[in-house]
């Protein structure tokens, strides 16, 4: 069974701070994607990366691939209290095209 | 554009109850899956359907659930009889092919005492 461990599961920081918010797995995807998740709300997704080593940018969101393609960090500069939610990674092996192993996510609270 | 449609919102039901949930998959799309989410276990695929077809099952936790696709456009999941283990969030997610590109629904978080 493929994992994927999130860390830290919670985060608490006040506006303006940066921070970094992790995915790890012993297992090799062909691909992983990052949800957010806002409360009452369902997953909507942010971003795919494909390729080992692959830094996305998505405004003050920084998203990188492991190069051996087992985890994945997510970067947020200056965050604000729009950020919060609940952030999800994803992770896709390939075969099956509807089979998705998520980590249970990272719950990340901006203060204003 | 509207995109995939859930309800209820919520759901607070006794145990021993029949519950359905229901969702309108976007327009165009072919592909809807069926998620529980749960504080111990995160995000679960239950079911996936293709063209109206039920592809994969296994999710389903036990003979108390099952899901139909009756057209097209919607999906109902249905628990009988109902139990408290079976409170959490449950999602529909639709999409024109795979999971990677599928759009979820707002969720309908169930109750049962």
């Known amino acids: 069974t493929q994992l994927l461990e999130q860390s830290p599961q919670f985060l608490s920081i006040q506006e303006g701070e940066n921070l970094t918010v992790y995915c790890n797995s012993s297992s090799v995807f062909s691909s992983l994607q990052w949800y957010r998740q806002e409360p009452g709300e369902g997953p909507v997704l942010l971003v795919t990366?494909?390729?080992?080593?692959e830094v996305k940018k998505l405004k003050r969101l920084t998203f990188q691939f492991g190069d051996a393609r087992k985890d994945s960090s997510l970067h947020i500069t200056a965050a604000q209290p729009g950020d919060t939610g609940l952030y999800l990674c994803a992770g896709y092996s390939g075969g099956s095209n509807y089979k998705l192993t998520f980590g249970k996510g990272t719950l990340l609270t901006v203060n204003p | 554009d509207a995109g995939v449609i859930q309800s209820p919102r919520h759901e607070v039901t006794e145990m021993g109850q029949e519950v359905t949930l229901r969702c309108k998959l976007i327009?165009?799309?072919?592909?809807l899956f069926w998620y529980r989410q749960t504080m111990m276990r995160g995000l679960e695929l239950l079911i996936y359907?293709?063209?109206?077809?039920?592809?994969?099952d296994s999710g389903m936790p036990e003979d108390r659930f099952s899901a139909k696709m009756p057209n097209a456009s919607f999906s109902t999941l249905k628990i009988q009889p109902s139990e408290p283990r079976d409170s959490a969030v449950y999602f529909c997610?639709?999409?024109?092919?795979?999971?990677?590109?599928?759009?979820f629904g707002q969720g309908t978080r169930l109750t049962v005492v």
């Open positions: 359907f293709n063209n109206n077809v039920p592809i994969d």
């Open positions: 990366v494909v390729t080992g080593g």
């Open positions: 997610a639709s999409s024109t092919g795979g999971v990677r590109d599928a759009f």
């Open positions: 327009s165009g799309h072919n592909s």
